[in-house]
């Protein structure tokens, strides 16, 4: 694009040195929703799926081969023991944790081994969510070589405005990592060279951090190498499976992009090394690049419109309802159809009066909740508030906001008591503040 057209793509950029731009298409996606569809079209096609269960050990046959997991039920207390023909690591930044577990001949963890990483290779990415106008609604901007040598984007997502991005060395991996202080104020700094309007600390939706994926083959790591060495000695650049000594099979690295071929290769891979279910299986080909995910099998780009005709709804609801949930976007419309009160928005003011046009920025309902409780597993009101419905992530204030409504219908679905209600409440707060709501000092968090 010429000079005059990427001005007239994009009015918020400083036109000082700019002399064109060049186009190219990527994708977008709402990657919570992707996650919980994923999971949801397992379960549809025969996977056992468990929430809040966090395997503790490995189990060992009489050869020492791993052959099952211990768990354990984080909301209970309660452990079960899992047989297996195999065990798949899919843990990303806690794939030393699994690997311990497989090296071990108690199949227990190697103790702090999350802060002396072999394999993976942690470092953080912090992005930042901004208001639209930060950028064109249908083009985002990229500059593949800043000042400082990173990658610097802007880009449209969710009705706001995506920015980043840092990479910051970690020399273990957080619980709950951070995006601190200094990180936002290097993304809002290298932001000001392009726009001609003044960027501003308060205009920060939301803020968080994210482990990088890099991983390095154990194979090429010198058995006499330090624990939570930098070495970057074998590391991948796109994903890895790895069979450990005892079975464990781990895959690693990768990203979003070749989610379902990660998912084919390993499970191909396990199969193959594994004489029960090569028996059983024997050489049948993998068969999810035929399936749609969940909520796909109906849908159409017209379906929002359909909606809106049907339901008599809002266009902008209609069409986050479609875009979001596909086919079972009519699930959480009948929940506000036999109760009007669930097609309130969460977090409005309680005295409506004095509710102002903000308080209808985001499309997320009542009815959205009682769905994702009865459908998609959320036992928490972090899991709906980021992990569901994405409010967190895209304006963290305004997730604030809905922390009352979100408890008050959770502690009436699980019968929480008042002091378990107001944990929750409590947990939930401290987890959001620290999505760029309060200063963060340090990269390394806790869960709440």
């Not at 930060?134 to 920015?163: E, H, N």
């Not at 479609?322 to 309680?350: C, T, V």
Request: charged letters at 25%; hydrophobic letters at 35%.
């Amino acid at each position: 694009m010429s000079k005059s057209n990427t001005l007239d793509k994009h009015p918020q950029l400083d036109s000082e040195g700019l002399v064109g731009g060049l186009v190219y298409h990527d994708g977008l996606f709402n990657d919570a929703r992707m996650n919980v569809s994923l999971a949801l079209t397992a379960l549809k096609n025969g996977a056992d799926v468990l929430n809040y269960m966090e395997v503790k050990q490995i189990l060992k046959n009489e050869n020492g081969k791993s052959k099952g997991v211990r768990v354990e039920d984080k909301e209970t207390g309660e452990q079960y023991l899992v047989a297996a023909d195999a065990v798949i690591s899919a843990t990303g930044p806690y794939s030393d944790l699994l690997l311990s577990m497989d090296k071990s001949a108690t199949g227990l963890p190697e103790a702090e081994i999350l802060n002396r990483p072999k394999m993976v290779v942690p470092s953080g990415g912090v992005h930042i969510v901004l208001p639209e106008w930060y950028c064109a609604k249908d083009m985002g901007l990229l500059d593949a070589s800043t000042s400082d040598g990173r990658v610097m984007f802007f880009l449209p997502w969710q009705g706001k405005v995506l920015a980043g991005t840092t990479d910051v060395p970690l020399n273990k991996v957080p619980e709950n990592p951070l995006a601190t202080e200094v990180e936002i104020d290097d993304i809002l700094k290298e932001l000001q060279h392009y726009v001609k309007f003044k960027v501003r600390r308060e205009d920060v939706l939301s803020a968080w951090c994210g482990v990088r994926p890099l991983v390095r083959d154990p194979s090429q790591i010198p058995d006499d190498e330090a624990p939570g060495s930098s070495s970057t000695q074998g590391i991948v650049r796109n994903h890895l499976v790895y069979q450990a000594p005892n079975g464990l099979m781990t895959i690693s690295g990768g990203k979003w992009t070749t989610y379902r071929e990660m998912a084919e290769e390993v499970s191909t891979k396990t199969i193959e090394n594994t004489p029960e279910l090569k028996a059983r299986f024997g050489d049948k080909p993998c068969l999810t690049k035929h399936y749609k995910v969940i909520g796909g099998d109906n849908y159409d780009p017209s379906l929002f419109a359909r909606l809106a005709q049907c339901y008599q709804l809002p266009e902008k609801l209609a069409s986050h309802l479609a875009h979001n949930y596909g086919d079972r976007a009519p699930l959480i419309i009948q929940l506000f159809k036999s109760n009007p009160e669930l097609l309130k928005p969460l977090g409005l003011p309680k005295d409506e009066c004095k509710a102002t046009y903000t308080d209808f920025d985001h499309p997320f309902t009542f009815a959205e909740l009682h769905y994702s409780l009865q459908y998609e597993y959320a036992r928490h009101p972090v899991d709906f508030l980021a992990r569901r419905c994405r409010l967190a992530f895209l304006d963290s204030r305004k997730a604030l906001q809905c922390v009352d409504d979100v408890v008050d219908v959770m502690a009436s679905e699980f019968g929480w008591s008042s002091k378990v209600k107001e944990q929750k409440k409590k947990e939930t707060v401290m987890f959001i503040q620290r999505m760029g709501v309060v200063p963060n000092a340090d990269s390394y968090g806790t869960f709440y």
